[in-house]
């Protein structure tokens, strides 16, 4: 057995090396440490980091008609890559490099499978692989992170998706509860000590992460910093600074007074750019065209409220830091100023407790996230535009998978009348699909990934 497989995280590669006779063709690493850790074992015949895959592309087999069959991911690998660089010729070449590598992987030998782990981040890398791996005929699976500690295997489309568990005793009733609750869990405080610690502590505390650059800038008299690899000069991480803040500004001109007593829907906001838009919504992935679909269709006199995820306003922390380059680039003026004209559409202010608007809303929409899990737990109908075949809520009997503006007009029709959905089959669905990421869940997902590939060959 003959794999190639992408992971980053080093999440399943030492089970395989452990618990299966599998051969490596080709590991794909975050990194020269990883690169550096595995190039002994003999189980594995090529190790490539990710900066192998620009800078090892060799366009030897490349043509325009392979061009044309990989052109509809263009936009996504774009979007994917622009999360994290905002540049968009690094974005295009990294699009045309990864074909090329990949075209060459394939070209020079057989697999047997597939497997990538963790595949959220769009990078073209993940999606042009994916392609490939397809084209050949080769069946992909790959390890998706959702919720709380938890995540799903996937196979490729063409083979069903979401797999599903027939016996799963790894989830059990704690860990739904967990899962379930997720949003409720809190990080237990981090007890760093030293003074270097303690002075950039109380950095970030009054100024956050805008603050700690200015400082290191100044003591180290250097305009230059480093954000995703990629280097920005002290004046340009302030102008995005500034376009940030002018973005901000506009929106809460644009706030309208939150009414609980009126009839409405709530769309919550995705923070983009995030990943799980990238993963999720491959079809639809743009959330003003989702708005203004529920515009088209919403109730007389309904209102559709619009709330902001609250993570937008956490750019000058360290966890998400590395976004101001980049926010600009998914949000705008005009994205706000046009959802704010649309019919019946009001933007409210993203400090409105998420739970108070659950509890009195109509229903719920969103493209996926944890505030759907939140309006499953209050018992209100809730409506997701991901993908149905890897996003789990999505195979909930009573939840509206979204698929086209007839399925809209259903679903509101059903809400209208006053649906009320059950969601009796919560645990079931869970249970079904989803695996703890410990020894045990990675091995569980292991063993259903031989046995699948076994009954392949037996087929064969």
């Known amino acids: 057995m003959n794999i190639i497989l992408a992971d980053r995280a080093d999440m399943l590669l030492p089970m395989i090396l452990k618990h299966t006779d599998w051969e490596i063709g080709v590991l794909i690493v975050q990194d020269e440490e990883k690169k550096e850790k595995y190039k002994e074992n003999a189980k594995i015949k090529a190790i490539f980091t990710l900066n192998d895959i620009t ?14 069959k990989f052109k509809r991911l263009q936009a996504i690998g774009d979007a994917g890559t622009r999360r994290m660089f905002n540049d968009y010729q690094f974005s295009r070449y990294m699009f045309y490099a990864s074909m090329a590598f990949f075209n060459n992987i394939f070209s020079s030998q057989q697999f047997d499978a597939c497997v990538i782990t963790e595949p959220v981040h769009g990078f073209a890398s993940d999606y042009i692989l994916f392609e490939y791996a397809e084209l050949h005929h080769v069946p992909v699976y790959n390890l998706a992170t959702h919720g709380f500690g938890n995540f799903c295997l996937n196979r ?23 899962t379930a609750h997720y949003t409720e869990q809190k990080k237990a405080p981090k007890n760093d000590i030293g003074l270097k610690n303690y002075v950039k502590k109380w950095v970030l505390h009054i100024g956050g992460m805008a603050l700690l650059r200015t400082v290191f800038c100044l003591i180290h008299r250097n305009r230059f910093m480093t954000i995703n690899f990629f280097p920005y000069t002290l004046e340009e991480y302030y102008f995005s600074w500034y376009k940030i803040w002018s973005i901000r500004r506009y929106v809460r001109k644009l706030y309208s007074r939150y009414d609980a007593d009126c009839p409405y829907l709530i769309y919550f906001l995705h923070f983009e750019p995030e990943a799980s838009i990238t993963n999720y919504a491959e079809t639809l992935d743009s959330q003003l065209v989702i708005i203004e679909m529920i515009s088209q269709c919403l109730p007389e006199g309904w209102t559709l409220y619009v709330k902001e995820h609250p993570d937008t306003y956490k750019l000058n922390t360290e966890r998400f830091d ?5 926010y600009s680039v998914f949000q705008s003026k005009y994205f706000f100023r046009k959802m704010d004209s649309l019919k019946n559409v009001s933007i409210i202010d ?39 075949h890897k996003y789990i809520l999505s195979q909930l ?3 509206f998978s979204i698929q086209s503006f007839s399925d809209l007009a259903f679903a509101l029709d059903a809400i209208q009348k ?35 590939l076994k009954g392949n060959c037996n087929g064969n």
């Open 397 to 399: 009997r009573d939840v």
């Open 418 to 452: 006053d649906f009320e959905p059950n969601y009796d089959d919560l645990y079931d669905v869970y249970k079904r699909y989803l695996l703890p990421i410990n020894e045990d869940g990675l091995l569980k997902a292991l063993s259903v990934i031989v046995e699948e």
């Open 55 to 68: 800078n090892q592309a060799r366009y030897t087999n490349f043509s325009y008609e392979e061009i044309k």
């Open 156 to 178: 490729d489309l063409e083979n069903g998706g979401l797999v599903s568990l027939s016996d799963n005793p790894l989830f059990t009733k704690e860990r739904f509860y967990e």
């Open 322 to 326: 590395f976004f101001v380059p980049t």
């Open 350 to 388: 993203y400090k409105t407790p998420a739970t108070e608007v659950i509890r009195h809303a109509k229903a719920v929409a969103s493209i996926c996230g944890t505030v759907l899990m939140e309006a499953i737990l209050e018992k209100k109908p809730v409506l997701t535009f991901a993908n149905p």
